[in-house]
């Protein structure tokens, strides 16, 4: 009888090493990235010592494991626009800063895409925008890919707007877009016809200073 | 490397000397520190509390954030420190990791507080000691488990496009989904109580008739109770049949246990239709009957308390065994002994080692009946000895098993704690509307101050002007521009919920088409705003301006919407543009 109690308590012990063998391997496989130095971020970036210390410690702050991945993208995003949905803009906005693709936003990218945004020329920045709204990267935008970005940003408006938001305001702006930015009127927008719209166009030019002093 | 062996490096290179005489080649040459440097205290500032240790004890580990240049990016030059925004109390066994090389889990501390530490400053937390690992890994299921059990609650949602047999199955097994499931759980319920009722009372003699001796109930009134049957049988087989219908897996469904169950309870009834004109197998045909009790089996279905006990009895399958099997063996060896102690005695029941068993067992459960009683002092010996034992073989395996029902029965009350903290739900839905509804509201207050502040200027009030504007901070200045370029963007302006609701009313009262058009001459992406009217339903505090009383439409008469009329003359900002008043 003694003998059967003793088999009986090793038997446990065995079903409960297994199963923390099985938990153990998922643990591992928790990433985690640390950032290159703060003297070669100066370099890549125009941002000072200072500026990004403070971009570190916001970003740091959020994603402890130093790699944002897209669902706390998308989580922080939203956080700035409670009345509406802002998933789907942040899913494009996530692939326009994961720029190698991986599926996950390093300090490196995060601070190179701000770098661009915050300090870059006019013509960078243009050239990053015609990137967001270029969905499939493939150098033209084509009505469905501006109609997904711009449903997108509709969508962040929520539906407590005035005037109501109709199902076809979305399609109306995209054609408005396409008459002043498609000169040649092939359907689709490439990066010269791009730049060279916004560059004639005053109200996107004082728009593109507006955010110099972000940080 | 680990910290002793780091320590160790020095002596290790120091006793190499031993080998030098012995050895016929050239050694190579030793790499130089160019980092020769004294070794240095590092200040580190955690939320006010200053830690101070040496530069190389965190250098132990450079793959963490205190050990690699990571740490540059939290350096304040002005107070020559490593400021950290971090718990300070966690930040103690961090800093301990470096000094002994273990890493101890503080007890009080949160699990999920404690990752989140571990994650920030770059340390994976397999390295936690052995001392504590179990600890940690058990908080860590239990909390996963929590996590888990919520996730499956909100599985419980319904989901938008369900199919009827899919809502039908739902209905099925959770019955407060919907009110027919309810109606229908009551309803089989109440048909079980009544078929288990009419089992037992059949068996119930009846009272005597003049004509006929005592007879039960059944063979008196045998019309009704054969009615009563029928109709619960019919009941139950149609619930079967529905079930069978709904369930996602078919097959899995009949091999449930549940299914079984109906079925068994059910097919004597049908057997006994086609069986009852063949007088020969009535014996088979009354055994049959015994299985009508099953029904009450059914009852686990309603019952949470039956449902867990019986899985209580599943799970503990091996200390039942191991209880079964020992009690066996002792009956064996004590029936065996007291059979050959009383074979002495005359006309002793113990006439076989068999029918010894009996006593064995009355007397390992204590329960004496007395039908069998040694009579030899041997015997009584023996006997003694019996019982004893018997409460002890009883009482070991007895516990695992009341503790293994205890820890379900637990884990089902959480969930019911959890179901019923749709009050949590309701807590959070709360909390979120709050945070949703401050950002929110506070944009929508900003920009009715701002306007009130540009017809302020306008009037001349120039201290209710500075007290507006003094009330947002810096980071809420900036957060309220975005949302107002994400306005201009769209053409479109955030709401008041409530306001939104008014509108949708007014909007079905008069068809709206004459706003549309203005809007639809959109063009920029950052484009400009046509119309802007501001909606107010109740009066600001300070209001000392002429206002139009607004429009009132039949039904709204409440609503007290105030349109603010304001011209370009306006030189200020470019945010305010000719008001277009709704045509009522």
Known sequence: MGALMVIFSLQKDQRRKRTDSVEDELELSAVRHRPEGLEQLEALTRFNRKELQILY???????????????????????????????????????????????????????????????????????????????????YITKEEMLDIMKAIYDMMGKCTYPLLKDDTPRQHVEIFFQKMDKNKDGVVTIDEFIDCCQNDENIMRSMQLFENVI | MAAGVAAWLPFARAAAIGWMPVANCPMPIAPRDHTKRLDELIILNVSGRRFQTWRTTLDRYPDTLLGSSEKQFFYDEETKEYFFDRDPDSFRSILNFYRTGKLHYPRYECISAYDEELTFFGIIPEIIGDCCYEEYKDRKRENAERLQDDQDDNKDCKLPNMTYRETMWRAFENPHTSTMALVFYYVTGFFIAISVLTNVIETVPCGATPSQKDMPCGERYTVAFFCMDTACVLIFTVEYLMRLFAAPSRYQFMRSVMSIIDVVAIFPYYIGLVMTDNEDVSGAFVTLRVFRVFRIFKFSRHSQGLRILGYTLKSCASELGFLLFSLTMAIIIFATVMFYAEKGSSSTKFTSIPASFWYTIVTMTTLGYGDMVPKTIAGKIFGSICSLSGVLVIALPVPVIVSNFSRIYHQNQRADKRRAQKVQKARLARIRIAQAGSSCTGFLQSKRNDLLNDLLELTGSEEEELLLSKSMSLLESQHHHLLHCLEKTTAHEFMDEQLYEQNCLETTVQSCTSRSPSLSSQDTPIGTCCTRRVKRNSPLPNSSMHLQPSHQHGPLQQLSALHIQCGDKLPRTTRLYPIQVASP
């Open chain 1, 57 to 139: 410690r916001g970003f740091k702050n959020e994603c402890p494991s130093g790699m944002v991945n897209e669902d706390t993208f998308k989580v922080i995003y939203s956080q700035f626009f409670p009345q509406g949905d802002a998933s789907m803009y942040a899913h494009f906005l996530f692939n326009a800063f994961d720029t190698d693709k991986d599926g996950s936003v390093s300090f490196e990218d995060f601070v190179m895409g701000l770098s661009i945004l915050l300090r870059g020329s006019v013509q960078e920045k243009l050239n990053w925008a015609f990137n967001l709204y270029d969905i499939n990267k493939d150098g």
